[in-house]
Structure formats: structure tokens, C-alpha cells
């Protein structure tokens, strides 16, 4: 991969949780449908009988279990951060915060 994707196919919904996720400190708050809904648009998304996700984002696959409440945990947040970071989606969400302070 040489550049990182650029976020133009991400809607304004994909945006917000996208920069929720690399937000520092970790929010409390990102919804784990919202993130489901952006890894089907970065990558792709696997649901088993279990409950279990299985996302394959950025050459890397990982299995993500639903949370018991709709909020992910912090070390979701971190996986999510890893996952999204090989797909080159970091700098994205820099850009994306950067382009929310423009406006």
C-alpha cells in the first residue's frame, strides 16, 4: 500500500465514529453497531451464530465479540485502533478531525 485511503467513501456517520475510535483520551461511547457498520465499509465483516464478528481489514483478520451493552470496551478500542491503522485509516481520521475544525 503506498498512501493512505482517503475517507471520501466514508460518510459523515463512518467519520464521527472513526474519529471516535483514535480519539485520545478512549471514548466511552462509540456504539458497537456503528463500528460494525464502518469495519463494512473499510474492510469486511463476518457475523457468526456466536455473536462473534469476523473482520478482515488491512491484510489482518480479528474475531470481535458483541458487547453485553451497545458500547465497546477500551481494549475494543484499541484493537479497533490496531485493525484500522494497518487498513491506513489513521491518518484518515486525522484528516477528518482536521476537516471538522475548517468548517
Keep these: ?7 471520501v467513501h466514508l460518510n459523515n456517520h463512518h467519520r464521527d465514529t472513526l474519529v471516535s475510535i483514535f480519539q485520545h483520551p478512549v471514548s ?3 456504539e458497537f453497531k456503528d463500528v460494525i457498520s464502518l469495519l463494512s465499509v473499510v474492510g469486511e465483516v463476518v457475523e457468526s451464530s456466536e455473536g462473534k464478528f469476523r473482520v478482515l481489514a488491512g491484510g489482518e483478520e480479528q474475531s470481535l465479540t458483541r458487547p453485553r ?8 478500542v484499541v484493537d479497533l485502533r ?5 487498513a491506513g485509516y489513521e491518518g484518515a481520521a486525522t484528516r ?7 468548517v
Design 1 to 7: 500500500m503506498s498512501d493512505s485511503p482517503s475517507p
Design 28 to 30: 466511552h461511547n462509540i
Design 69 to 76: 451493552g451497545k458500547d465497546v470496551d477500551a481494549q475494543m
Design 82 to 86: 490496531r485493525i484500522l491503522t494497518k
Design 96 to 102: 477528518a478531525t482536521n476537516e471538522g475544525k475548517e
